[in-house]
């Protein structure tokens, strides 16, 4: 099984700021990876896939890069609506896998 | 719009069975592979399960290979998780979530989630 891990575990960042989010995979996934953004009480919802393409309707301030084992969430000026928590996923190898998860919180 | 609604979940105690459903609309549904993803309290996400779009190929996650069946119904474009031998572990919110196209893909939308407890 492919271990994610995600760094920080809480990120804590003023509104405006940028905030950098980090996935690392234990061994190569491609670019089969995708991020998502869940808030308490709601489901995840889907911020990018194929590690850098933005899914339908997100906001130009979110971007991702990387491939093979190293990722980044960029999120360039938060805003309100950013404090949550965030998920990176793999799906290059059965069985997919989920990071622990970094929050997001108001600094 | 697409929207994924389950259900079925509630509480059981250890060795029981649950049977969640999860509606679909909004997209042809026999065309994508559907999956479920379950979260227990306060903590990350887990992937338990996926099943192809005409239903030939599943796959499990270990910790519940053998207790759990997905399984779906193309005319009534449900999916469901059939949980056996439920144990405490397996308290959670359990989510139902569409693949971008294939098994192995992205999860471009989600249900908002039924509660399975499991205690004695």
């Known amino acids: 099984e492919i271990v994610m891990t995600q760094s920080p575990a809480t990120l804590s960042v003023s509104p405006g700021e940028r905030a950098t989010l980090s996935c690392r995979a234990s061994q190569s996934v491609s670019s089969n990876l995708a991020w998502y953004q869940q808030k308490p009480g709601q489901a995840p919802r889907l911020l990018i896939y194929g590690a850098s393409t933005r899914a339908t309707d997100i906001p130009a301030r979110f971007s991702g890069s990387g491939s093979e084992t190293e990722f980044t969430l960029t999120i360039s000026s938060l805003q309100s609506e950013d404090f949550a928590f965030y998920y990176c996923?793999?799906?290059?190898?059965?069985?997919?896998?989920f990071g622990q998860g970094t929050k997001v919180e108001i600094k | 719009e697409v929207q994924l609604l389950e259900s079925g979940g509630g509480l059981a105690q250890p060795g029981e069975s649950l049977r969640l459903s999860c509606v679909a609309s909004?997209?042809?549904?026999?065309?994508?592979?559907l999956n479920w993803v379950r979260q227990a309290p306060g903590k990350g996400l887990e992937w338990v399960s996926s099943?192809?779009?005409?239903?030939?190929?599943?796959y499990y996650a270990d910790s519940v290979k053998g207790r759990f069946t997905i399984s779906r119904d193309n005319s009534k474009n449900t999916v469901y998780l059939q949980m056996n031998s439920l144990r405490v572990e397996d308290t959670a919110v359990y989510f139902c979530?569409?693949?971008?196209?294939?098994?192995?893909?992205?999860?471009?939308?989600w249900g908002q989630g039924t509660m399975v407890t499991v205690s004695s």
């Open positions: 909004g997209f042809t549904f026999r065309n994508y592979a």
């Open positions: 996923h793999q799906y290059n190898k059965w069985p997919p896998s």
């Open positions: 099943i192809s779009p005409i239903g030939v190929s599943t």
């Open positions: 979530a569409k693949s971008f196209v294939t098994e192995a893909d992205a999860f471009d939308f």
